[in-house]
T-cell receptor
Framework: NAGVTQTPKFQVLKTGQSMTLQCAQD?????MSWYRQDPGMGLRLIHY???????DQGEVPNGYNVSRSTTEDFPLRLLSAAPSQTSVYFC??????????FGPGTRLTVT | GQQVMQIPQYQHVQEGEDFTTYCNSS?????IQWYKQRPGGHPVFLIQ?????EVKKQKRLTFQFGEAKKNSSLHITATQTTDVGTYFC??????????FGSGTQLTVLP
């Protein structure tokens, strides 16, 4: 099992560009989430999904879109990147045990 | 979401000393999870507490959930350099979404 994988590991964008952060899990977990982590602020929930075809907003959803067409994949799309979106992005998944498994993260810089 | 306050924000200890981090909420929590994040790494699940007054131990780590389910603590006995990292508490919502505290960054001096 690879667990939760995220690509890319690092990304630099210019203001206004769009991109998709990829997240995949091979544990057949129903629950998946996206968090962002800024220095000194812990992790904040962006969007989450309780199963294929179902998504909902978290604490900081503005500027991000998600979709969940399969159980395995949960991509996060930045519509028009802004410097305020410079952060580390973590994807996580959870199954029956409630334990959340996090991916290695994507470090995004927007200039 | 369920907001939690975590203290202290930073803690430096000498190797061998004990360490405690506290997580406080103004509302009753249904459960709380604890995670550890090493520098440059991702959060790793440590434990989930569900019952009022629950105490769980993992080797040198002791986790407690308050009687009123409004606070929780993590205590590490005789810290080691491998304990370095940031410890987060996080109540879990009905859809497994987590609300993270701001974390306690632990530095262990050899």
């Amino acid at each position: 099992n690879a667990g939760v994988t995220q690509t890319p590991k690092f990304q630099v964008l210019k203001t206004g560009q769009s991109m998709t952060l990829q997240c995949a899990q091979d544990m057949n977990h129903e629950y998946m989430s996206w968090y962002r982590q800024d220095p000194g602020m812990g992790l904040r929930l962006i969007h989450y999904s309780v199963g294929a075809g179902i998504t909902d907003q978290g604490e900081v959803p503005n500027g991000y879109n998600v979709s969940r067409s399969t159980t395995e994949d949960f991509p996060l799309r930045l519509l028009s990147a802004a410097p305020s979106q410079t952060s580390v992005y973590f994807c996580a998944s959870s199954g029956f045990t409630y334990e959340q498994y996090f991916g290695p993260g994507t470090r995004l810089t927007v200039t | 979401g369920q907001q939690v306050m975590q203290i202290p924000q930073y803690q430096h200890v000498q190797e061998g000393e004990d360490f405690t981090t506290y997580c406080n909420s103004s509302t009753t929590l249904s459960n709380i999870q604890w995670y550890k994040q090493r520098p440059g790494g991702h959060p790793v699940f440590l434990i989930q507490l569900v019952k009022s007054g629950e105490v769980k131990k993992q080797k040198r780590l002791t986790f407690q959930f308050g009687e009123a389910k409004k606070n929780s603590s993590l205590h590490i006995t005789a810290t080691q350099t491998t304990d370095v990292g940031t410890y987060f508490c996080a109540p879990s919502g009905s859809a497994r979404q987590l609300t993270f505290g701001s974390g306690t960054q632990l530095t262990v001096l050899p």
